[in-house]
């Protein structure tokens, strides 16, 4: 069971936005502004997409965006594309020197 | 360009240790906090270590406190974690992750992998 909650799965077509859910508690996603997103095909490594709840490292395309309300963070992908689908995990700094994370969230471009 | 390549992954039964080497290059390594994580089977990551950049600090999660040790050699660009007394729970993939800095508390580069199944 993982500390932050995100749905098993999502999808939308080619060209379409699909958002991505990931809830804590006031103790770590709502405590601090410091969630992060990752984008990971089996075997791979994962990829950072998204810091600090909005931020995009450099070569992140603008199509990938993170917001937070409260306890709940949001990856938002725009303008779907083939290469995006793949598993997309949520993370928060927890306090006392921790990290959480989410289970996990299957984006599937249809 | 950053490349973090895990090793020392296999098969160990119940109670046994084993101990993971993550080789770090394409960066200064001996200025950047590392982390382990793991992904264990059908589940999502799991933030397992954290060591400071010249291991003044290190930090545990709950589920491994006590049994595992992290540890790093800087003028060797390594990463090491010690893993004693293992369970079955603690059969996963284990990547190597180095900490963006800056305050981020986020993990910018990652490994492969490096699997460990505990099985008797």
């Known amino acids: 069971q993982s500390v932050l909650t995100q749905p098993p799965s999502a999808s939308g077509s080619p060209g379409q936005s699909v958002t991505i859910s990931c809830t804590g508690s006031?103790?770590?996603?709502?405590?601090?502004?410091?969630v992060s997103w990752y984008q990971h095909y089996p075997g791979k490594a994962p990829t950072l997409m998204i810091y600090?709840?909005?931020r995009r490292p450099s070569g992140v395309p603008d199509r990938f965006s993170g917001s937070k309300s409260g306890n709940t963070a949001s990856l938002t992908v725009s303008g779907l594309q083939a290469e995006d689908e793949a598993e997309y995990y949520c993370?928060?700094?927890?306090?006392?020197?921790?990290?959480?994370f989410g289970g996990g969230t299957k984006v599937t471009v249809l | 360009q950053v490349q973090l390549v895990e090793s020392g992954g296999g098969v160990v039964q119940p109670g046994g240790s084993l101990r993971l080497s993550c080789a770090a290059s394409?960066?200064?390594?001996?200025?950047?906090?590392m982390h382990w994580v793991r992904q264990t089977p059908g589940k999502g990551l799991e933030w397992v270590a954290f060591?400071?950049?010249?291991?003044?600090?290190?930090y545990y999660a709950e589920s491994v406190k006590g049994r595992f040790t992290i540890s790093r050699g800087n003028s060797k660009n390594t990463l090491f974690l010690q893993m004693s007394s293992l369970r079955v729970e603690d059969t996963a993939v284990y990547y190597c992750?180095?900490?963006?800095?800056?305050?981020?508390?986020?993990?910018?580069?990652w490994g492969q992998g490096a699997l460990v199944t505990v099985s008797s």
């Open positions: 006031s103790s770590d996603v709502g405590a601090y502004n410091y």
């Open positions: 992750a180095k900490d963006m800095g800056s305050g981020s508390f986020s993990f910018d580069s």
């Open positions: 600090e709840v909005t």
């Open positions: 993370s928060s700094y927890g306090g006392s020197n921790n990290w959480v």
């Open positions: 394409g960066f200064t390594f001996s200025i950047y906090n």
């Open positions: 060591i400071a950049y010249d291991g003044s600090n290190k």
